[in-house]
C-alpha cells in the first residue's frame, strides 16, 4: 500500500511517530520486562513458550476482549492516557486507522531483512504505507469453504468450484429440505463482504493517486451485491447474524451446510462444536472467473508508541511469527487453525494441528495453496470500524426486506467521507 508523503503528513503520521523513535530504557538488572495486549487464542502459551525459551526478555501478557467486544477500545483509551502496552494485536483492516493515530509505532528500521524474507509479500504489504512498516503480520487467513462432508455425501451434493455452481446448489437444498440452507449471508459480516469484494477485483480504497479514493460501490462489488441480493430473495441463504445464538442453533441443528470464512475458522468451530468431529471438511471458495481469492480475518503485531523497549518488542514479535515453537505452541492449545504468514511453519501447523476433527484432512495444505491466490493489491481504509458499522446497519435492514445490498453498501460509502475528511485526509469519490 503506496502513500504519498503528503497525504502522511495530512494524517499526521510522520510527525508525531518521529517523535517517538528513540526509545526509554528502563534500569539494568535482570530481564527486560515488556507488555502485551492481545485477544488471540492460544496466546497465553506463546507468551509462556517464549519466556521459557530464553531469560533475556520476559513478557507479560493481557488477555483482551476481540477489537468487537472493546478490545479496540481499550487499547485506544490507553494510549490516549500514555500508558498502552508495548505490543497490540491489531487486525489488518484496523492498521491504517491506528497508524494514522499514532498509536502504531513506526518500526521500519526495527523490521529486519531476514524477517522480511520470512514472510508472504502480500500479507507485509497489508502493513506497509509509502515504504514504512507500522505492523508484523502474524496469519494471513484466505477465505475457504467448510462444508459437511456427511450431508454432502448422503444427498449426492458434489463441492461447488464456481459462484454459479454455488447459487444452484444452494436452489437445490432449498428445494429438498424445508429446513436447511446452503449458507448464511451474514447481517454483520462486513468482513466477509469485503472479502467477496476483494476477490471479485473489487477496490474499495486506493491511495496510488496521492490521495484516499473511496470506492466502496465499484463495479465488481455491486456484482457481488447483486448476486447475494438473489440468493436473499429467493430465500435460499438463511440471513441473520453470524455472532448470534440463532446461528448457533443452525450449525448445531444441521441446518447448514456450508460456511464461507477465514481458514483461522476450522480451529474456532472446532472448539465450539466438538460434536460434530468428523462431519466438516474445507475446500476451496467458489471464484468467479479468476482462480484468486481475499482473505478473511488475520492479525498483526504493532509496538505502539508508548513502548519503552521496542527492541525487545520486535524480539518477541519475530519469534512470535517465525519461529516453529510459537505456532506449535498456539495450536497445541487447540483453539486456533491460524495460517502461517512464514510460509517456512507451514509443515510444523500441519503437524501440530489435530487433524481427526477435520476426518484426517490436512487442511494446512490447502491454507497454503489458497494463500498463494490472494489477490494483492487490496487496501483497507482508515476507519475500518466505523465503515463496516454503517454497512452491517444497511445488511440487517435488506435481510430484513427493508432495502437492497448494494444501498447498504452506497450509504457506508457515503458514511465514510466525513471520517476521511475529519481527518484531513486528501479524499475523492469514486463509483457509487
Given at each position: 500500500?503506496?502513500l504519498?508523503?503528503?497525504?502522511l503528513?495530512?494524517?499526521?503520521?510522520?510527525?508525531?511517530l518521529?517523535?517517538?523513535?528513540?526509545?526509554q530504557?528502563r534500569g539494568?538488572?535482570g530481564?527486560?520486562?515488556?507488555t502485551?495486549?492481545?485477544?488471540?487464542?492460544?496466546s497465553?502459551q506463546?507468551?509462556?513458550?517464549?519466556?521459557?525459551?530464553?531469560?533475556?526478555?520476559?513478557?507479560?501478557?493481557?488477555?483482551?476482549?476481540?477489537?468487537?467486544?472493546?478490545?479496540?477500545?481499550?487499547?485506544?483509551?490507553?494510549?490516549?492516557a500514555?500508558?498502552?502496552?508495548?505490543?497490540?494485536?491489531?487486525?489488518?483492516?484496523?492498521?491504517p486507522?491506528y497508524?494514522i493515530?499514532?498509536?502504531?509505532?513506526?518500526?521500519?528500521?526495527?523490521?529486519?531483512?531476514?524477517?522480511?524474507?520470512?514472510?508472504?509479500p502480500?500479507?507485509?504489504?497489508?502493513?506497509?504505507?509509502?515504504?514504512?512498516?507500522?505492523?508484523?503480520?502474524?496469519?494471513?487467513?484466505?477465505?475457504?469453504?467448510?462444508?459437511?462432508?456427511?450431508?454432502?455425501?448422503?444427498?449426492?451434493?458434489?463441492i461447488?468450484?464456481t459462484?454459479?455452481e454455488?447459487?444452484?446448489?444452494?436452489r437445490?437444498?432449498?428445494?429438498?429440505?424445508?429446513d436447511?440452507?446452503?449458507?448464511?449471508?451474514?447481517?454483520?459480516?462486513?468482513?466477509?463482504?469485503?472479502?467477496?469484494?476483494?476477490?471479485?477485483?473489487?477496490?474499495?480504497?486506493?491511495?496510488?493517486?496521492?490521495?484516499?479514493?473511496?470506492?466502496?460501490?465499484d463495479?465488481p462489488?455491486?456484482?457481488?451485491?447483486?448476486?447475494?441480493?438473489?440468493l436473499?430473495?429467493?430465500?435460499?441463504?438463511?440471513?441473520?447474524?453470524?455472532?448470534?445464538k440463532?446461528?448457533?442453533?443452525?450449525?448445531?441443528?444441521?441446518?447448514?451446510?456450508?460456511?464461507?470464512?477465514?481458514?483461522?475458522?476450522?480451529?474456532?468451530?472446532?472448539?465450539?462444536?466438538?460434536?460434530?468431529?468428523?462431519?466438516?471438511?474445507?475446500?476451496?471458495?467458489p471464484?468467479?472467473?479468476?482462480?484468486?481469492?481475499?482473505?478473511?480475518?488475520?492479525?498483526?503485531?504493532?509496538i505502539?508508541?508508548?513502548?519503552?523497549?521496542?527492541?525487545?518488542?520486535?524480539e518477541?514479535?519475530?519469534?512470535?511469527?517465525?519461529h516453529?515453537?510459537?505456532l506449535?505452541?498456539?495450536?497445541?492449545?487447540?483453539?486456533?487453525?491460524?495460517?502461517?504468514?512464514?510460509?517456512?511453519?507451514?509443515?510444523?501447523?500441519?503437524?501440530?494441528f489435530p487433524?481427526?476433527?477435520?476426518g484426517?484432512?490436512?487442511?494446512?495444505?490447502?491454507?497454503?495453496?489458497?494463500?498463494?491466490?490472494?489477490?494483492?493489491?487490496w487496501?483497507?481504509?482508515?476507519?475500518?470500524?466505523?465503515?463496516?458499522?454503517?454497512?452491517?446497519?444497511?445488511?440487517?435492514?435488506?435481510?430484513?426486506?427493508?432495502?437492497t445490498?448494494?444501498?447498504?453498501?452506497?450509504?457506508?460509502q457515503?458514511?465514510?467521507?466525513?471520517?476521511?475528511?475529519?481527518l484531513?485526509?486528501?479524499?475523492?469519490?469514486?463509483?457509487?
Open positions: 500500500m503506496r504519498s508523503r503528503r497525504t503528513l495530512a494524517a499526521g503520521l510522520t510527525a508525531p518521529a517523535a517517538c523513535s528513540t526509545p530504557r539494568a538488572g530481564p527486560v520486562e515488556i502485551f495486549w492481545s485477544a488471540l487464542r492460544g497465553q506463546v507468551v509462556d513458550a517464549f519466556n521459557s525459551s530464553q531469560n533475556r526478555i520476559r513478557v507479560v501478557f493481557q488477555q483482551i476482549p476481540s477489537g468487537g467486544q472493546g478490545g479496540y477500545a481499550k487499547l485506544s483509551n490507553a494510549a490516549r500514555g500508558n498502552a502496552p508495548d505490543i497490540a494485536t491489531i487486525e489488518y483492516p484496523q492498521v486507522g497508524a493515530d499514532g498509536v502504531a509505532r513506526d518500526i521500519t528500521d526495527l523490521v529486519t531483512d531476514r524477517v522480511k524474507q520470512k514472510l508472504l502480500q500479507a507485509l504489504k497489508l502493513t506497509t504505507f509509502d515504504n514504512r512498516v507500522f505492523s508484523v503480520p502474524l496469519d494471513i487467513e484466505p477465505m475457504v469453504l467448510h462444508y459437511r462432508a456427511d450431508l454432502f455425501q448422503a444427498n449426492g451434493f458434489e461447488p468450484a459462484w454459479d454455488f447459487a444452484d446448489l444452494a437445490a437444498v432449498k428445494n429438498r429440505f424445508p436447511k440452507k446452503l449458507t448464511l449471508f451474514p447481517t454483520d459480516g462486513g468482513t466477509q463482504f469485503a472479502c467477496f469484494a476483494w476477490q471479485a477485483g473489487g477496490q474499495w480504497f486506493d491511495t496510488s493517486g496521492g490521495k484516499w479514493r473511496v470506492s466502496l460501490a463495479g462489488t455491486q456484482k457481488v451485491a447483486a448476486y447475494w441480493q438473489k436473499i430473495d429467493e430465500d435460499v441463504v438463511f440471513r441473520n447474524a453470524g455472532d448470534s440463532q446461528h448457533d442453533a443452525q450449525i448445531g441443528q444441521d441446518r447448514v451446510l456450508t460456511r464461507l470464512s477465514g481458514a483461522w475458522d476450522a480451529g474456532a468451530q472446532m472448539r465450539a462444536r466438538p460434536g460434530q468431529k468428523g462431519k466438516w471438511r474445507i475446500a476451496p471458495m471464484v468467479w472467473d479468476d482462480q484468486v481469492v481475499g482473505t478473511h480475518g488475520g492479525s498483526t503485531f504493532a505502539t508508541k508508548d513502548s519503552w523497549e521496542p527492541e525487545a518488542a520486535m518477541f514479535i519475530e519469534w512470535q511469527t517465525t516453529p515453537d510459537a506449535t505452541a498456539r495450536l497445541k492449545s487447540g483453539t486456533s487453525s491460524q495460517y502461517p504468514v512464514a510460509p517456512g511453519l507451514v509443515a510444523a501447523g500441519a503437524k501440530a487433524g481427526e476433527y477435520y484426517g484432512q490436512d487442511i494446512y495444505r490447502l491454507f497454503e495453496q489458497e494463500a498463494n491466490k490472494v489477490r494483492d493489491g487496501v483497507w481504509g482508515p476507519r475500518m470500524t466505523a465503515t463496516l458499522k454503517v454497512m452491517q446497519d444497511g445488511f440487517a435492514k435488506a435481510g430484513a426486506g427493508e432495502g445490498l448494494i444501498d447498504a453498501v452506497r450509504t457506508a457515503s458514511g465514510t467521507m466525513p471520517d476521511l475528511k475529519a484531513g485526509l486528501s479524499t475523492e469519490e469514486g463509483a457509487r
